[in-house]
């Protein structure tokens, strides 16, 4: 793979996650029983081959550094490049939300500057997937493209809103970009950018210092009026994209993990997806346990009924309890004959014995961090 860094924007925050990313990033929000949804874009990068990865953080920032420390767990505790951890620029919470913006990179350009790696990859924090770029590496370097716009084929199911679209000629040059009000007149759905990107790192510094007057302008709007000065490029991926914006999208994804298929191609395939590793004991089940369709982590107690639920580590669920469809991060504990369905308790939540807590399929349940009830 040639000489390429990595750069991961994990400062996105939202409120429509109930809570979830109240005091973290969409980026450390737990995820898939043992994971942060951090660990899929850095385990991508590692797998990739790149050793040197900056990552943007938001101002709350404490959640992610517990989480990587010095990036060991991805092997980037190195002597010569490794993980660097990039203060982000404070944004309103009003206005456009900007996935790439040119803000973060100006603050933290010395990143860019005293390295001499040709390409930099960028992707976002906030999405579920599994990808190699090195086929996209190799793709960039041989059309010599300035960006490669990494994308998924044609969708025409699920919520369009707030993506990308690429056309494109024969040769893969990307000729127009859309956003989905485009769409809205009635054009065909075209592949869709999934925020992820190569881009020449000189390039990319010659863009900081042309826009480092204009604020937080971001990285598409700047291809979308180049297109003609630009050699921009698609490329496709057939990983599985999963994106974090709602409350949905993270129940959804998460339960996607019960499909053997689907995690198949996320966890268990040749790349790894590596997180911050705990040495806990194995799980105890109780001859009153009955599990079925289900991921439960390492450290935790089960005595009660769990099914279609991913029970992270260090959960205890007493005798004569009832989990179904249930997402029930780190240290929760539920105590004898308590219920839920379709909820998504967050971390060190207790739950007094024969309480009932019950969502709905498009409207989980959540109950916020270290609540008592």
């Known amino acids: 793979m040639s000489k390429a860094i990595g750069i991961i924007y994990a400062?996105?925050?939202?409120?429509?996650?109930?809570?979830?990313?109240?005091?973290?990033?969409?980026?450390?929000?737990?995820?898939?029983?043992?994971?942060?949804?951090?660990?899929?874009?850095?385990?991508?990068?590692?797998?990739?081959?790149?050793?040197?990865?900056?990552?943007?953080?938001?101002?709350?920032?404490?959640?992610?550094?517990?989480?990587?420390?010095?990036?060991?767990?991805?092997?980037?505790?190195?002597?010569?490049?490794?993980?660097?951890?990039?203060?982000?620029?404070?944004?309103?919470?009003?206005?456009?939300?900007?996935?790439?913006?040119?803000?973060?990179?100006?603050?933290?350009?010395?990143?860019?500057?005293?390295?001499?790696?040709?390409?930099?990859?960028?992707?976002?924090?906030?999405?579920?997937?599994?990808?190699?770029?090195?086929?996209?590496?190799?793709?960039?370097?041989?059309?010599?493209?300035?960006?490669?716009?990494?994308?998924?084929?044609?969708?025409?199911?699920?919520?369009?809103?707030?993506?990308?679209?690429?056309?494109?000629?024969?040769?893969?040059?990307?000729?127009?970009?859309?956003?989905?009000?485009?769409?809205?007149?009635?054009?065909?759905?075209?592949?869709?950018?999934?925020?992820?990107?190569?881009?020449?790192?000189?390039?990319?510094?010659?863009?900081?210092?042309?826009?480092?007057?204009?604020g937080c302008i971001d990285l598409m709007d700047i291809f979308s009026t180049n297109l003609e000065v630009l050699k921009i490029y698609g490329t496709p991926t057939c990983s599985l994209i999963g994106r974090i914006r709602t409350l949905k999208d993270y129940f959804d994804r998460s339960m996607d993990l019960l499909d053997l298929e689907i995690r198949g191609k996320l966890l268990l395939g040749v790349d790894q997806i590596h997180t911050k590793i705990k040495d806990n004991p194995p799980t105890q089940y109780t001859t009153h346990a009955k599990v079925s369709n289900s991921l439960i982590a390492s450290g935790c107690s089960i005595s009660g009924e769990i099914v279609n639920s991913i029970i992270f580590r260090g959960v205890i669920v007493e005798q004569g309890c009832r989990i179904r469809n249930c997402i029930i991060l780190p240290k929760c504990h539920i105590q004898a004959h308590g219920q839920t369905d379709y909820a998504i308790l967050d971390k060190s939540v207790m739950v007094n014995g024969e309480n009932v807590l019950k969502g709905s399929l498009n409207n989980p349940l959540v109950v916020l961090k270290r609540t008592v009830i």
């Open 11 to 214: 400062n996105s925050a939202t409120e429509n996650l109930q809570g979830l990313a109240l005091k973290r990033p969409i980026a450390a929000v737990p995820f898939g029983g043992r994971y942060r949804i951090l660990d899929f874009a850095l385990s991508s990068m590692v797998n990739s081959g790149i050793r040197t990865i900056g990552v943007f953080t938001p101002h709350h920032y404490r959640p992610l550094l517990d989480h990587l420390g010095a990036g060991k767990a991805w092997f980037l505790d190195r002597k010569d490049g490794g993980l660097f951890i990039l203060p982000g620029a404070i944004h309103g919470l009003g206005g456009k939300n900007h996935t790439f913006c040119v803000k973060d990179l100006q603050n933290n350009i010395e990143y860019l500057e005293k390295d001499y790696a040709e390409n930099v990859i960028i992707t976002s924090g906030e999405q579920i997937f599994n990808i190699n770029f090195k086929s996209a590496l190799e793709f960039h370097n041989h059309t010599q493209a300035d960006v490669t716009l990494i994308y998924k084929g044609i969708d025409n199911s699920g919520d369009q809103t707030d993506k990308i679209f690429l056309q494109m000629d024969e040769g893969q040059k990307v000729t127009n970009i859309l956003n989905s009000k485009s769409l809205e007149r009635g054009m065909l759905v075209k592949p869709h950018f999934v925020n992820m990107l190569i881009i020449r790192r000189q390039l990319l510094l010659e863009i900081i210092e042309k826009y480092s007057s204009v």
